[in-house]
T-cell receptor, first 112, second 114 residues
C-alpha cells in the first residue's frame, strides 16, 4: 500500500532527553513536512524539505532538528531545547507546487 | 506570508441540519485552497481542493466549498449533516509561486447530535 508511515505511534520520554520520530513515505513525493498539532492551535509547520539533502525551517523550528538523506525518509528529532515538547506530531508528503499533502497517522509524544 | 482564519472553534448541530464552516485567508496573490478532515482516531485526509476554474468545488461525502475571491473566503458547506460527519475540519492555503508551504487554520470541531 502507498502511504506515509510514522513511528512510534506513542512515545513517552523524560524531560531533558532527545527523541527521534520516524517518517517514511513510498509515494515518490519530493516534498516532506513535519507539523505539530495542539488543541485549539491547528497545525503548525516545524520543518519541511523539498528535495533530498535540503530542508527549511517552518514557523516553530526552535528545539527541533531534521535530516533528509533519502527521498523516502524525513526523521524529526525533538531536542531537550524544546520547551514544550508534549504534542501530536504529523508527517506529510506532497508534490509541490499544488500544496496538496498526504498525512501519516501521527506520533503522540508525552514528556514526563 | 499567508494566514488562515477559522472563526468557528466548535460547532454543534443535529443530524439533517445544514452546515457552513467559515474560512478566510490573507494573501494578495493566487492561492490553492483545501479543506482537510480528521475523524476521531484517524489521520488527516483531504476533503476537497480548489486550484482554479469553477469556484464551487465538490468533495467527498457530499461536502462542497465556494471560493469567493473578493472576500478571501473558502467556506465549507453540506446541506444535511450526518452523525458520521463528527470530526475536526481544517482549512488550508498554499500560495502559488510562493514557498510551497501549506498554512492551516486552527480548525473547527464539529459535533453532530443524533
Amino acid at each position: 500500500d502507498g502511504g506515509i508511515t510514522q513511528s512510534p505511534k506513542y512515545l513517552f520520554r523524560k524531560e531533558g532527553q532527545n527523541v527521534t520520530l520516524s517518517c517514511e513515505q513510498n509515494l515518490n513525493h519530493d516534498a516532506m513536512y513535519w507539523y505539530r498539532q495542539d488543541p485549539g492551535q491547528g497545525l503548525r509547520l516545524i520543518y519541511y524539505s523539498q528535495i533530498v539533502n535540503d530542508f527549511q525551517k517552518g514557523d516553530i523550528a526552535e528545539g527541533y532538528s531534521v535530516s533528509r538523506e533519502k527521498k523516502e525518509s524525513f526523521p524529526l528529532t525533538v531536542t531537550s531545547a524544546q520547551k514544550n515538547p508534549t504534542a501530536f506530531y504529523l508527517c506529510a508528503s506532497g508534490d509541490f507546487p499544488t500544496g496538496e499533502l498526504f498525512f501519516g497517522e501521527g506520533s503522540r509524544l508525552t514528556v514526563l | 506570508a499567508q494566514s488562515v482564519s477559522q472563526h468557528n472553534h466548535h460547532v454543534i448541530l443535529s443530524e439533517a441540519a445544514s452546515l457552513e464552516l467559515g474560512c478566510n485567508y490573507s494573501y494578495g496573490g493566487t492561492v490553492n485552497l483545501f479543506w482537510y478532515v480528521q475523524y476521531p482516531g484517524q489521520h488527516l485526509q483531504l476533503l476537497l481542493k480548489y486550484f482554479s476554474g469553477d469556484p464551487l468545488v465538490k468533495g467527498i461525502k457530499g461536502f462542497e466549498a465556494e471560493f469567493i475571491k473578493s472576500k478571501f473566503s473558502f467556506n465549507l458547506r453540506k446541506p444535511s449533516v450526518q452523525w458520521s460527519d463528527t470530526a475536526e475540519y481544517f482549512c488550508a492555503v498554499n500560495a502559488v509561486l510562493g514557498n510551497e508551504k501549506l498554512t492551516f487554520g486552527t480548525g473547527t470541531r464539529l459535533t453532530i447530535i443524533p
